[in-house]
């Protein structure tokens, strides 16, 4: 149990008052990055964007700069449609690309098909088509073991792509894979989503400029990722080419997505973009994750399952081993049943949480 922490604060007529810290802000995890807290620079600008009033519903000076930001990293006039989460994000951006009878092809390991509780199928009123594949990332002759039926009313019809960059196994798909999904899709009269919840990952691990393996690669629709990254909440949807997102002005707001102070998720992207933020502290994560794997991947018992191209290590561990770790470190299984588990890194994970981490997987290996 963790000891109960007081810290001063100040109330609106700066009289000082004593809250309750709840936790121990020193502990840090390998279960997810979402469990990070905010950036210190996406405070600050929460903060500076906090005085005063602003049009509501997006027609703030913030969501404004947000969209010539925005227009400026991918190469292109975009539109972009903040959101509440991720979830938010995906549904709404697909919403926008499909008609009523439309399907999406993705990965079965696809977030948009395990973690996101039928939202799409539900809320969103589509289809998924998933594909199993080895590394979570599809290709051209994956996506063709669904993208079938075109014209059959008795098929949901395949009219979209969903990838994920990362992809949930911690993969990153290069430039040329994503062109080329991009443009088999488009052959065949289908609209490309990215769901790039880590995009950040995913530019910092490639070193190449976003709009590589975005915009000019073909994709139509992107999930801007922030919450994984350092900021309070909030995603925003692109419209990489507008003109095959349809209606994304009336589906936000259908959808419950619509903030109504949306100032406060502009300002917390625009701090993520100003000086790289976003890529420095992607980096970061990466960097850890590559450390924690060189740190335990030749031990006895360890065998990594994925290639670690941005913030995740998936590995498989001796019975029992887990377990013993979870006593002191919160982690995820992955696949319990191959004793499978996923370690994350965050843009605040220090060398010495991989240190101390590393020394409690030999530790529980020799023991």
Partial sequence: ????????????????????????PSVSSFASDN??????????ALVAANGGHQTAYGEDVYTARLREEMSTLFGKEVDVFPVFNG????????????????AVVCAATAHINNDENGAPERVGGMKLLSVPTPDGKLTPELI??????????HRAQPLAVSITQTT?????????????????????GMKVHMDGARLANAAAYLGVPVREFTSDAGVDVLSFGGTKNGIMFGEV?????????DGLIYLRKMNMQLASKMRFISAQVLALLRDDLWLRSAGHANAMAAKLRAAVEDLPGVQCTQA??????F???PEGVADRLRQDFKFYDWDPAAREVRWMCSFDTTEADIDMFAAAVRKELQG
């Fill in 1 to 24: 149990m963790h000891a109960l922490f007081l810290t001063a604060t100040h109330n609106l007529k700066g009289i000082v008052n004593f809250d309750a810290q709840l936790h121990d």
């Fill in 35 to 44: 469990y990070s807290g905010i950036h210190p620079e996406v405070l600050e």
């Fill in 87 to 102: 979830t938010g994000a995906n549904v709404v951006g697909l919403q926008s690309l499909l008609p009523r009878w439309g």
């Fill in 144 to 153: 063709d073991m669904e993208a079938w039926g075109f014209g059959d009313e």
């Fill in 168 to 188: 949930e196994l911690g993969t990153c798909y290069t430039p040329e894979e994503v062109r080329a999904i991009c443009d088999h899709a488009h052959s065949l």
């Fill in 237 to 245: 949807i692109v419209a990489l080419n507008p003109t095959a997102a």
């Fill in 308 to 313: 670690t191209e941005s913030n995740g290590i």
């Fill in 315 to 317: 590995a498989i561990l």
